[in-house]
T-cell receptor
Framework: KQEVTQIPAALSVPEGENLVLNCSFT??????LQWFRQDPGKGLTSLLL?????REQTSGRLNASLDKSSGRSTLYIAASQPGDSATYLC????????????FGKGTKLTVNP | GAGVSQTPSNKVTEKGKYVELRCDPI?????LYWYRQSLGQGPEFLIY??????ADDSGLPNDRFFAVRPEGSVSTLKIQRTERGDSAVYLC???WGAGNTEAFFGQGTRLTVV
């Protein structure tokens, strides 16, 4: 059974810092990994999708990497801003079964002005 | 439509009542997912449709929960005899359906059972 873990559960940083959020998964046979952002009381916004054959994806100040063999992904946020404050969730779709997304519990990020 | 739409955005119901939650996926998306999210937790899988059929309903917690997608587009999640423990945010997502495609979520329906 696929399990996804995100560390840390919460992170508080001053504005301008570069930061890394971690995601690990137990079954490395995945189709893809997706990073989402969730603002309080809102739905999920897709940030980046990494296919199993890819090593990284970039969008603006965000860079996500994938090491499938070790079951790990990182989300790097450069030059953090208060507007980046949100909960960040990672999810994977595992091969050989249902195409459901399995989520971690998320990392709650606070960027202080 | 431009994005995944869920209605209502908020629903308050009394214990024991029946509720229906609606999801309008992105036009053309064949895959549709329902998730449930409790405070401080990640989304928990409920059911996944590929077209009109439920490809995986292993996440439905019990037989009070049922979902349909009769024409392969709009889906309705139905909860009978609601309990206070059903209170959560119910999220819907859609994608093109292959395992390697991006999923897009709606804003969710916040269900409160009093």
């Amino acid at each position: 059974k696929q399990e996804v873990t995100q560390i840390p559960a919460a992170l508080s940083v001053p504005e301008g810092e570069n930061l890394v959020l971690n995601c690990s998964f137990t079954d490395s046979a995945i189709y893809n990994l997706q990073w989402f952002r969730q603002d309080p009381g809102k739905g999920l916004t897709s940030l980046l999708l990494i296919q199993s054959s890819q090593r990284e994806q970039t969008s603006g100040r965000l860079n996500a990497s994938l090491d499938k063999s070790s079951g790990r992904s990182t989300l790097y946020i450069a030059a953090s801003q208060p507007g980046d404050s949100a909960t960040y969730l990672c999810a994977v779709i595992t091969q050989g079964g249902s195409e459901k997304l399995v989520f971690g519990k998320g990392t709650k990020l606070t960027v202080n002005p | 439509g431009a994005g995944v739409s869920q209605t209502p955005s908020n629903k308050v119901t009394e214990k024991g009542k029946y509720v229906e939650l609606r999801c309008d996926p992105i036009s053309g998306h064949t895959a549709l997912y329902w998730y449930r999210q409790s405070l401080g937790q990640g989304p928990e899988f409920l059911i996944y449709f590929q077209g009109t059929g439920a490809a995986d309903d292993s996440g439905l917690p019990n037989d009070r929960f049922f979902a349909v997608r009769p024409e392969g587009s709009v889906s309705t999640l139905k909860i009978q005899r609601t309990e206070r423990g059903d209170s959560a945010v119910y999220l819907c997502a859609s994608s093109w359906g292959a395992g390697n495609t991006e999923a897009f979520f709606g804003q969710g329906t916040r269900l409160t059972v009093v």
